[in-house]
């Protein structure tokens, strides 16, 4: 951005930043502090340059006024902002945006209750399964320890039957001389040595 000063064109940068002093560099060139004065300009006194006071006059009303354009604009462009954010926050864009919240919040309960109950249904044929394998289980363990009964039944009645079949065997007071006969009419003798397929292959004579 330009601006005519006193018949010259001068450039004009950062309008909305304040500015209450003039912008200048602290070393020119590439010449530094402690280099020594040229030899060229040994001697030299500066004068600064005439200003006249009629341009100095002006440039100061000009540049009020362009500090008091600046302040203008850059309060307008603040209440600008001000105003929108109230807006948004009370105004017609509140409207809009509660509305807006109020559909995502229907939409969101609507999936919520729909996620609800597609996890309930789960859940039911989930517990349903469980029920069923359950009651299979139990079924399963009954009728095991039902035969597992049985079967000791079983054993138990044979067990009975060959101790009835042995006790015919069994030596009382009313066989016990029979028995003694017989035991010496048919000597056994035990005394005897077998192979590994159990055949007998050494016994002892009776005396």
Known sequence: MFQVIGGRS????????????????????????????????????KVPPPVDPTEMVVLKERYAEYQMITRALRLEFKEEVLRKKYEEET??????????????????MAFNNQENLRLLELR???????????????????????????????????EILKLQEDAKNFITLENLDQRIEEALDNPK??????????????????Q
């Open 10 to 45: 001068v450039q004009v940068t950062r309008l909305l930043a304040p500015r209450g002093t003039v912008l200048v560099e602290a070393v020119r060139g590439r010449k530094s502090r402690t280099d020594p004065v040229a030899k060229s300009k040994e001697g030299r006194i």
């Open 91 to 108: 105004g017609s864009m509140a409207e809009e945006r509660a509305r807006q919240d109020a559909e995502e919040h229907r939409a969101l």
């Open 124 to 158: 039911t044929l989930r517990v349903q399964k469980e029920n069923e394998e359950a009651e299979r289980k139990q079924v399963e363990a009954t009728v095991q320890r039902e035969q597992q009964q049985q079967e000791l039944i079983k054993i138990k009645e044979k």
């Open 189 to 206: 003798n035990y005394n005897f040595a077998i192979d590994k397929e159990g055949r007998v292959v050494k016994q002892t004579i009776l």
